[in-house]
């Protein structure tokens, strides 16, 4: 089945993916999927950071999650937002990849968790690591090779809105859309 009433949208932690996939899903009327570790985690009822561990020694999480995601998928008229959507969803309707500074980011999931930056920089330096690490060993994607997407967003650049806004704006120029702009 095609996936081309799908938005399929990626980045790293901290980029904005949630946010935006959010906004996006509103602006074109579609439903939003977003399906982490940690919905993952709370569906089989332990915490994302035994889930994280776990994950690293053993790939079935990875591949429960992701199967998950495109389950939900297939039905279309959505926005998936996750590390690998746009690698899993290749038939997508329109891939994007949302990019940011690792300062950006590590700085975004401060605001957003608290604790001391250079703290959360190390974290999220190490948690880029590990998850390309685990990607390109359970998948081969290498996930800095997003060359493919449709649209490459630099969110250190513009805001959430001014980020939907330029995916729901491709999005209506390739398929047209009586749905309202993000506001």
């Known amino acids: 089945m095609s996936n081309n009433r799908t938005v399929a949208i990626s980045g790293r932690s901290g980029c904005g993916n949630t946010t935006v996939s959010t906004l996006v899903a509103q602006a074109l009327g579609f439903r939003m999927i977003n399906y982490t570790f940690r919905s993952l985690a709370d569906d089989i009822g332990i915490s994302f950071e035994e889930l994280c561990r776990r994950a690293e020694q053993d790939d079935a ?8 995601q495109v389950e939900l998928a297939q039905e279309g008229d959505c926005v998936l937002g996750s590390r690998l959507a746009i690698w899993l969803l290749k038939d997508a309707g329109l ?19 608290g604790n001391d930056f250079h703290r959360k920089l190390e974290e999220t330096r190490e948690r880029d ?12 994607i290498d996930t800095s090779d997003y060359g493919f997407a449709d649209l490459v967003i630099d969110t250190d650049l513009c ?3 001014e980020a939907a806004s330029s995916i ?9 859309s009586l749905h309202a702009p993000v506001k």
């Open 61 to 68: 999480y990875d591949r429960m999650l992701d199967s998950r």
């Open 95 to 113: 891939t994007v990849y949302l990019d940011a500074s690792l300062h950006t980011r590590a700085e975004r999931i401060m605001n957003r968790e």
């Open 129 to 140: 690591r590990r998850d390309t690490a685990r990607y390109l060993r359970i998948y081969g």
């Open 159 to 161: 805001d959430q809105y």
């Open 168 to 176: 729901a704006d491709a999005w209506r120029q390739k398929f047209g």
